[in-house]
């Protein structure tokens, strides 16, 4: 039994994050090689550590680590946790295998379980722990998640002493595909208890096929090559493998590409849902037809546009008319969550003036249900899409000149490559679509390129490759 252990390790600012919280399921996502393994053997001896003693004066935990594959868990899983803490592990090589971890006071289990073992799975429901590490969560089922949550808690048991410090569970990744379980609880439901890590990317991408340094990457000097890890792993690599792995951002399973490559996930998306700036105007696009959409935004006065909120029609339903959207869904929502505010421009798809049935432009029932609202100056694709990119692109103090908040779930995924020119049937090269693909995304994405419009003032627009100025009329007041 070793008397002591010297840990060499120094936490990157992202685990420290991770170790201080206390919270019953974490997780940690990131680039390859950014120590998230690492960090996770380091939090299960912290906590081991930190364990109050039983009335024998041992801190006794026991944890189990879960991976997809019996040759992965091996080869790495296990592997990590030997290079880093061996010289106080003894392994027994039973199915499954199992580690006493002795040093000073401490007594430790670790129980090496893959899935793709079902008498490990068997074993896991039977267990009662301390904690759960899962290693690359991405690749386990949310029910090995939601199992594991059931066994933690139980270990030490409080006959001989105060029962466990801490109990939860644990996970590291690299990133999933954004229709992936992790992704939904880290994006969008945020569940009580629950708390999602983040990296940086290792590099940052300044064009396509240009990458550079990201200052702010974790676990550099960790790398006899520094940046050079990640650097020489690009050539002959797919964008989406290089998204994923070296960008550390969510991946997406469309196969086409997507319209906004400037889009990038950690810095344009708020770590929280965006409150409303009390006393900033509002700016609103609209998208029509039988799946229309609203997009809110405010301007801030250092000129970043915040897009705070989404109102999206389902596409799977039998859709909705411009006027049962905006007065039963928009107008009463406008009003319960931004009551007092001021609309100071609302700007929707121009082909909107086209009249119905009755005569009326989508502009004429907008007004009728007191949401007057103007054409936007072009529905030139590029224009379009230009005045969105301009506001990515633009930097104000370090903070992007476009801040999106995580609850526009739709404009979110869309910006994530659901909103994407779709891949053709051609052999050889990938060849891409000339317009974007019309889906559940790209519709209010229309509506926010609207918005952005509208937010970009007298724009310069090109048509037909001549430069127009388009004036912004005096703003339609609305409260
Ligand atoms: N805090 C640290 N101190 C020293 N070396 C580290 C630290 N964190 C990670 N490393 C080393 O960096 C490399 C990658 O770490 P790892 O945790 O396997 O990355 P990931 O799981 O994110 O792919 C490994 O060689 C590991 O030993
Ligand atoms: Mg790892």
Known sequence: MADDISIRYAASKTLGAFHASDKFVRGVMGPIGSGKSVGCCAEIIWRAMRQEPDEDGIRRSRWAAIRNTYPELKTTTLRTWMDWYGHATTLRMDQPITATVRFGDVEL??????????????????????????????????????????????????????????????????????????????????????????????????????????????????HKLGYEYWMRQLPGKREEWIKVYILGQYGT??????????????????????????????????????????????????????CIDEFVVDAT???????????????????????????????????????????????????????????????????????????????IDGEPGFLLSPKCVFIRKGFLGGYQYAKMNVSGDDRYAPAPAKNKFSHPHDALQHMCQAASGGITVAINSQKREVKVKPSTGWT
Not at 258 to 265: C, G, I
Not at 289 to 297: A, E, F, K, L, Y
Not at 350 to 375: C, H, K, V, Y
């Open 253 to 306: 399973v469309l196969d086409g590409k997507a319209v906004y490559p400037e889009y990038r996930d950690e810095y344009h998306c708020a770590g929280d849902i965006l409150e409303p700036l009390r006393g900033v105007g509002l700016i609103l696009g609209w998208d029509y037809g039988r799946t229309p959409s609203c997009i809110v935004g405010q301007m801030t006065a250092r000129g970043q546009l915040r």
């Open 109 to 222: 289990e670790l129980i090496f379980l893959s899935v793709d073992r079902p008498e490990h799975i068997k074993k896991l429901l039977s267990l009662d722990l301390t904690g759960v590490w899962i290693n690359e969560a991405r690749e386990i089922r949310k029910t090995t998640l939601d199992a594991a949550g059931g066994r933690v808690g139980r270990y030490p048991s409080m006959i001989n002493g105060p029962g466990p410090t801490w109990s939860g569970v644990i996970m590291d990744t690299n990133p999933p595909g954004d229709d992936h379980w992790w992704y939904k609880l880290a994006e969008e439901e945020r569940p009580e208890g629950y708390q999602f890590f983040r990296q940086p990317s290792a590099l940052l991408k300044v064009r396509p096929g240009v990458y550079i340094p990201n200052p702010a990457a974790e676990n550099v000097k960790h």
């Open 317 to 395: 339903g039998e859709g909705m008319g411009i006027r049962t959207f905006t007065r039963d869904i928009v107008k009463p929502a406008l009003s319960a969550k931004y009551n007092g505010m001021t609309v100071l421009q609302s700007w929707g798809d121009p082909s909107g003036i086209a009249r119905d049935g009755n005569d009326l432009s989508m502009f004429d029932i907008q007004a009728q249900e007191g949401i007057p609202t103007e054409p936007a100056p072009t529905n030139d694709p590029i224009s379009r899409q230009d005045a969105v990119i301009k506001f990515l692109k633009t930097s």
